[in-house]
């Protein structure tokens, strides 16, 4: 389960998952179609896939909110306030995997895990 420059033990990864999984219950209509275009295209759960490859996450996010930047900003900020409170920080995040980057995100998680 570990990801390439990715130094997390898998436990702690699972710990990670789950707090993500936890998140995403409070809205869970949403998570169900977000985990249903995770599975048809990763077969991966969407937290699982949040967590370990960010970036298509992300994608999966911009096929379900149809691109719209506001919603997708929404709901990954709920989701970043489970490692930080610093709101520049959790644009800059959501600002690179918008392109394709993250690093950020990773350097975050690996910060939460220890």
Same mark, same amino acid.
């Given at each position: 389960m570990?990801?390439?420059?990715?130094?997390?033990?898998? =436990?702690?990864? /699972?710990?990670? $998952?789950? *707090?993500i999984?936890?998140?995403l219950?409070? +809205?869970?209509g949403?998570? !169900?179609?977000?985990?249903?275009?995770?599975?048809?295209?990763?077969?991966? =759960?969407?937290? /699982?896939?949040? $967590?370990k *490859?960010?970036?298509?996450?992300?994608?999966? +996010?911009?096929?379900?909110? !149809?691109?719209?930047?506001a919603?997708?900003?929404?709901?990954?900020?709920?989701?970043?306030?489970?490692?930080?409170?610093?709101?520049?920080?959790?644009?800059?995040i959501?600002?690179?995997?918008?392109?394709?980057?993250?690093?950020?995100?990773?350097?975050?998680?690996?910060?939460a895990?220890?």
């Amino acid at each position: 389960m570990s990801l390439p420059n990715f130094n997390i033990s898998n =436990r702690i990864l /699972e710990k990670i $998952v789950e *707090e993500i999984s936890r998140k995403l219950e409070v +809205m869970p209509g949403l998570s !169900a179609i977000l985990d249903v275009y995770s599975m048809r295209t990763y077969r991966k =759960r969407f937290a /699982e896939l949040f $967590v370990k *490859e960010p970036v298509k996450a992300y994608r999966i +996010m911009e096929k379900v909110f !149809a691109n719209d930047k506001a919603s997708i900003n929404f709901v990954l900020t709920y989701l970043l306030r489970t490692f930080t409170r610093n709101d520049e920080l959790i644009n800059k995040i959501i600002e690179e995997l918008s392109k394709g980057n993250d690093e950020l995100l990773k350097k975050i998680l690996q910060g939460a895990a220890g």
